[in-house]
């Protein structure tokens, strides 16, 4: 039968329906059940990054005052006073938790899984049993990181980045023994995880797209999934060659990193930074395809520049390739080599000003509805630009030498990746929630996470520009050393109780999220009148996705131009009719 855009083809079941506890909702093939085991295990690892952020403000406001004990091993024998090598520790940890464990793993984890095949009309993924273990390679890692708070010497404390030499020598130095061999062994099992999700992503995407469904009628979402997947081919082989030769030189006397040995330290920055610059766009690419579906469904109006905004994507993932040396700028470069970095670093705005400019004119003369996801994402554009802006400065290699290793810098990649990422996943999150569960969240309670985190989130990251401008290095445990900082000591005490409020407003989304798991209003099949194929079955979606194979006729955003000539339509025609139940 015809139905709108969306033609339905009753079609015969191809999975066996699991029977077993066990094989329902652990050892799942279900990309469904996947993406939410992602998605709760990255929460926990947010509340745990989270919880070590708080610790880190405290110490920054009140050096070596006593604080609550969260580990022996992060503080002195006396057990209430941080220690110097504690600090260090707080710092690696919170950096690798956020990053690896909870920004990457729940935009491509939960919600690549979840969406990609819903979003383009498949059953499941293309290799079910790979999507699997590509859970269960990150249980371990989860559990190798965590071991690292409990074994002699403590966990990695050389920084998220592990510079060597520091991260080469082992029992030399604080924060370098076994704690930082879990570290690398935990690196790579979650690049393994990312690199067997990543080949999966590509090959549904390419090969299972449901009749009609071209390249160019993918919502943004699934073009940002896609890029990324991509992304994380290419770049995490290169990490992952990095781990296993600093592996090798902590364990078996190897020197490819070690001076003393004939290695060369700056090696590892490169092949270090030739992944983690992409890994930059990898975890924020996919919450602008996700903003980009948001932004246009509570604006009631398509979004503005389809193509540009793929075109876009493309070119900043492209551009993200070849400027890893802008994070190498003090490092003794050729000033030639140094140019050519600082000018494709620039070029990268380019495109990023395309896709805040299309964000702008979706906006344009819509019906807009500030729901919280809509709210969610419009934080998340402009936060971004503020991130992108401070970023064009740190590009520029004179200003660089100054800011380097600032607290500049610091509010700067919190900016793309809390203002940016987060606030995508916050939105992603309550506008895909009734998908995912059959229930609705509490909207106004998630407008009161809204407020609390937008206006906290800016009291606690902007001061950092102030403190970078003048001069406060990052990973210092007591400013108090330094005597120039003396005056900005109060900004940074008002810095740390804006983040408590920033901590206790993420109490009000998890409260939000739980109750709502078993308690909110029943949700519709599609109760935001959005326009992408996952609002055309159930909420949530049955075990094969669509009740009838979907046939696509026209994409999301293919919208013929209404009679009184606007360039919008009104918000009665931007809904798709859903397929037969």
Same mark, same amino acid.
Not at 479 to 490: I, R, V
């Given at each position: 039968?015809?139905?709108?855009?969306?033609?339905?083809?009753?079609?015969?079941?191809?999975?066996?329906?699991?029977?077993?506890?066990?094989?329902?909702?652990?050892?799942?093939?279900?990309?469904?059940?996947?993406?939410?085991?992602?998605?709760?295990?990255?929460?926990?690892?947010?509340?745990?990054?989270? #919880?070590?952020?708080?610790?880190?403000?405290?110490?920054?406001?009140?050096?070596?005052?006593?604080?609550?004990?969260?580990?022996?091993?992060?503080?002195?024998?006396? =057990?209430?006073?941080?220690?110097?090598?504690?600090?260090?520790?707080?710092?690696?940890?919170?950096?690798?938790?956020?990053?690896?464990?909870?920004?990457?793993?729940?935009?491509?984890?939960?919600?690549?899984?979840?969406?990609?095949?819903?979003?383009?009309?498949?059953?499941?993924?293309?290799?079910?049993?790979?999507?699997?273990?590509?859970?269960?390679?990150?249980?371990?890692?989860?559990?190798?990181?965590?071991?690292?708070?409990?074994?002699?010497?403590?966990?990695?404390?050389?920084? /998220?980045?592990?510079?060597?030499?520091?991260?080469?020598?082992?029992?030399?130095?604080?924060?370098?023994?076994?704690?930082?061999?879990?570290?690398?062994?935990?690196?790579?099992?979650?690049?393994?995880?990312?690199?067997?999700?990543?080949?999966?992503?590509?090959?549904?995407?390419?090969?299972?797209?449901?009749? =009609?469904?071209?390249?160019?009628?993918?919502?943004?979402?699934?073009?940002?999934?896609?890029?990324?997947?991509?992304?994380?081919?290419?770049?995490?082989?290169?990490?992952?060659?990095?781990?296993?030769?600093?592996?090798?030189?902590?364990?078996?006397?190897?020197?490819?990193?070690?001076?003393?040995?004939?290695?060369?330290?700056?090696? /590892?920055?490169?092949?270090?930074?030739?992944?983690?610059?992409?890994?930059? %766009?990898?975890?924020?690419?996919?919450?602008?395809?996700?903003?980009?579906?948001?932004?246009?469904?509570?604006?009631?109006?398509?979004?503005?520049?389809?193509?540009?905004?793929?075109?876009?994507?493309?070119?900043?993932?492209?551009?993200?390739?070849?400027?890893?040396?802008?994070?190498?700028?003090?490092?003794?470069?050729?000033?030639?080599?140094?140019?050519?970095?600082?000018?494709?670093?620039?070029?990268?705005?380019?495109?990023?000003?395309?896709?805040?400019?299309?964000?702008?004119?979706?906006? /344009?003369?819509?019906?807009?509805? #500030?729901?919280?996801?809509?709210?969610?994402?419009?934080?998340?554009?402009?936060?971004?630009?503020?991130?992108?802006?401070?970023?064009?400065?740190?590009?520029?290699?004179?200003?660089?030498?100054?800011?380097?290793?600032?607290?500049?810098?610091?509010?700067?990649?919190?900016?793309?990746?809390?203002?940016?990422?987060?606030?995508?996943?916050?939105?992603?999150?309550?506008?895909?929630?009734?998908?995912?569960?059959?229930?609705?969240?509490?909207?106004?309670?998630?407008?009161?996470?809204?407020?609390?985190?937008?206006?906290?989130? $800016?009291?606690?990251?902007?001061?950092?520009?102030?403190?970078?401008?003048?001069?406060?290095?990052?990973?210092?445990?007591?400013? %108090?050393?330094?005597?120039?900082?003396?005056?900005?000591?109060? #900004?940074?005490?008002?810095?740390?109780?804006?983040?408590?409020?920033?901590?206790?407003?993420?109490?009000?989304?998890?409260?939000?999220?739980?109750?709502?798991?078993?308690?909110?209003?029943?949700?519709?099949? $599609?109760? /935001?009148?959005?326009?992408?194929?996952?609002?055309?079955?159930?909420?949530?979606?049955?075990?094969?996705?669509?009740?009838?194979?979907?046939?696509?006729?026209?994409?999301?955003?293919?919208?013929?131009?209404?009679? $009184?000539?606007?360039?919008?339509?009104?918000?009665?025609?931007?809904?798709?009719?859903?397929?037969?139940?």
């Amino acid at each position: 039968m015809t139905t709108g855009t969306i033609t339905a083809v009753p079609h015969e079941a191809t999975h066996a329906v699991p029977l077993s506890f066990w094989r329902k909702y652990v050892f799942s093939t279900d990309h469904k059940v996947i993406g939410k085991q992602f998605l709760f295990s990255s929460l926990f690892f947010f509340t745990v990054g989270g #919880l070590l952020a708080m610790f880190i403000r405290t110490q920054l406001a009140w050096p070596w005052q006593e604080i609550p004990v969260v580990g022996r091993l992060l503080f002195s024998s006396t =057990g209430n006073i941080l220690s110097p090598e504690g600090y260090p520790a707080l710092v690696t940890m919170h950096g690798t938790i956020m990053i690896f464990f909870f920004i990457i793993p729940i935009l491509s984890g939960a919600f690549g899984n979840f969406l990609i095949p819903l979003m383009i009309g498949a059953r499941d993924m293309a290799f079910p049993r790979i999507n699997m273990i590509s859970y269960w390679i990150m249980v371990p890692a989860f559990v190798v990181m965590l071991l690292g708070f409990f074994v002699e010497g403590g966990t990695a404390a050389a920084g /998220w980045t592990s510079y060597v030499p520091l991260s080469a020598l082992p029992d030399m130095v604080p924060g370098s023994g076994m704690g930082q061999t879990l570290w690398l062994i935990s690196l790579l099992l979650v690049g393994t995880s990312s690199t067997m999700g990543a080949i999966n992503y590509i090959t549904t995407i390419v090969m299972l797209r449901a009749e =009609g469904m071209h390249m160019f009628r993918l919502p943004m979402t699934i073009w940002a999934l896609f890029i990324t997947a991509v992304l994380v081919v290419l770049a995490t082989p290169v990490l992952t060659s990095a781990l296993i030769l600093l592996l090798l030189d902590r364990t078996i006397g190897t020197s490819f990193f070690l001076p003393s040995g004939g290695g060369n330290p700056l090696l /590892w920055q490169h092949l270090f930074w030739f992944y983690s610059h992409p890994a930059v %766009y990898i975890m924020i690419l996919p919450a602008m395809g996700m903003a980009s579906d948001i932004i246009p469904c509570f604006a009631r109006k398509p979004l503005f520049g389809y193509k540009p905004m793929v075109f876009s994507i493309m070119a900043i993932a492209g551009l993200g390739f070849i400027v890893w040396g802008h994070h190498m700028f003090q490092s003794g470069m050729n000033p030639v080599l140094g140019i050519t970095f600082m000018t494709s670093t620039m070029m990268i705005a380019l495109p990023s000003a395309i896709k805040t400019f299309n964000w702008l004119a979706t906006l /344009w003369r819509g019906q807009i509805r #500030l729901t919280a996801p809509m709210l969610n994402g419009l934080a998340f554009v402009s936060t971004f630009v503020i991130g992108g802006l401070s970023g064009v400065f740190a590009a520029a290699t004179p200003v660089d030498i100054f800011i380097h290793d600032t607290y500049w810098i610091v509010g700067h990649i919190h900016y793309v990746l809390f203002g940016g990422s987060l606030f995508g996943v916050f939105g992603a999150i309550q506008y895909w929630f009734p998908k995912m569960f059959g229930r609705m969240m509490n909207d106004t309670w998630g407008k009161v996470h809204f407020a609390l985190t937008f206006i906290s989130f $800016n009291l606690v990251f902007f001061p950092m520009f102030i403190l970078g401008a003048n001069g406060m290095p990052r990973r210092i445990a007591d400013p %108090y050393n330094y005597e120039f900082l003396a005056p900005l000591q109060g #900004l940074n005490q008002f810095m740390t109780i804006s983040a408590y409020v920033l901590g206790l407003a993420q109490l009000v989304l998890f409260a939000n999220f739980f109750v709502s798991l078993y308690r909110g209003k029943t949700a519709a099949a $599609n109760p /935001w009148q959005s326009n992408t194929l996952e609002w055309t079955t159930s909420s949530p979606p049955p075990l094969e996705n669509f009740h009838t194979t979907p046939v696509v006729q026209r994409g999301p955003y293919e919208y013929s131009s209404p009679e $009184n000539g606007e360039d919008w339509l009104p918000q009665d025609q931007l809904l798709v009719a859903a397929a037969a139940d």
